[in-house]
């Protein structure tokens, strides 16, 4: 047999979620420096389709971990929002709303911060299979097999560790389509008044999920990243034409932009997965956790980055009290990403989706569009400003009601 590398902990992927839970161990025990391996399929710096837009809560992730973002980037700080019953402005006073970059940095930023804090990354290693016993965790890969006290499973919505612990479920897989569109900066709302766009219109037309468009730059160049989300794809995937709906949809929203070549597959686009999460699922088997879009990122929005960074820091907590003695320690991770403030603002997303993207949108869409004070607070509560989202339920609807009914300021 093959001789295994030995480590107190494996990680599957070298993306936020992954490269987040290694730095966060070794911020909290520099001891585990040298003790940490992450293994990545790929190399850095990776192409990775996404949106990249980091919402102000992981703004704060990466203040703790003492991570300065000097990548390319560009600050949002005005969006809005059309949906079927009229447009909702998700403006907050000038402050940022989100900060758009291209993951292929920044994941290698933190690659390079993690190689720094002592954590091993193998890349171009691929997955062959996981096993388990009562003493380690064990990963089999084309690079060698690599064996823990814990796995931690943060290799995407497509993740084979969750695959062979916790079996092959894909009724929680949604998909978007983007393309990038390069444009001049002095005529594109997005790059003059730094505005992102959110067009939910395509709900009536059987999407569950959104179309954007996001300034950002590709290789120095201005473009707008343009995607459309759909958290229920599968469910219509059988019949044929989801692809062509989608791709139709995305093109009925932004009108004014060279998209029409999509479908007829003149202009380039890419398509992925999103694990959103459900509350039935687990995140804990034996010695295996899993994190990031390998649990499941927020139903709503599709929205995966900061939900790595709170999954990593989660995981941190847990795997160290697990190395100290603390046999509940992993269960107990799982009970917090089910109860904590991570899976409750996780569950009130999926409330929102259900009902957001359901036969009623119409009618949730006009509430939401009743007071401009309740989406201020929306709105900070999904960004995570100042940890609102961590704020106790019953303390956020205070906050509300003197806000909306007798006209406190909102912060």
Known sequence: MEASRKFDVVIAGAGPAGLATALFLVKQRPSLAGRIVAIEKSAHPRFKVCAGGLIPKTMLALEELGIPLDVASVEVIRGEAATPVGDVDLTRGGDVLATVIRRDQFDARLARAAIEAGVEIVQRARILDVAQDADSARVGTDCGIFEAQILVGADGSGSRVRRAVFGARKETIGRALMTDVAVDPERAPEFIEKRYRFDFRCVSGGISGYSWSFPCMVAGSPHL???????????????????????????????????????????????????????????????????????????????????????????????????????????????????????????????????????????????????????????????????????????????????????????
Request: glycine content about 10%.
């Open 225 to 411: 990243n343009v995607g459309i989300y759909d958290q229920r794809s599968r469910e219509f995937a059988d019949k044929g034409g989801e692809q062509a709906r989608m791709l139709a949809e995305l093109v009925a929203a932004f009108p004014e932009l060279p998209l029409e070549g999509l479908r007829r597959h003149a202009t380039r686009w890419h398509s992925f997965p999103i694990r959103w999460f459900n509350a039935r699922d687990s995140y804990n088997r034996g010695r295996v956790i899993l994190a990031g879009d390998a649990a499941g990122v927020d139903p709503l929005m599709g929205e995966g980055i900061s939900c790595a960074f709170e999954h990593g820091k989660l995981a941190a907590n847990a795997i160290g009290k697990y190395l100290d003695g603390d046999a509940d320690a992993l269960r107990a991770y799982d009970r917090t990403l089910h109860n904590g403030a991570v899976g409750k603002k996780l569950g009130k997303l999926a409330f929102a989706a259900r009902h957001f993207y359901g036969p009623r949108h119409k009618l949730f869409f006009r509430i939401a569009r009743i007071s401009r004070r309740a989406q201020e607070i929306g709105v900070d509560w999904y960004n995570g400003a100042r940890h609102l989202d961590e704020v106790p339920t019953r303390h956020l609807i205070a906050r509300w009601a003197r806000a909306v009914l007798l006209g406190d300021p909102v912060r």
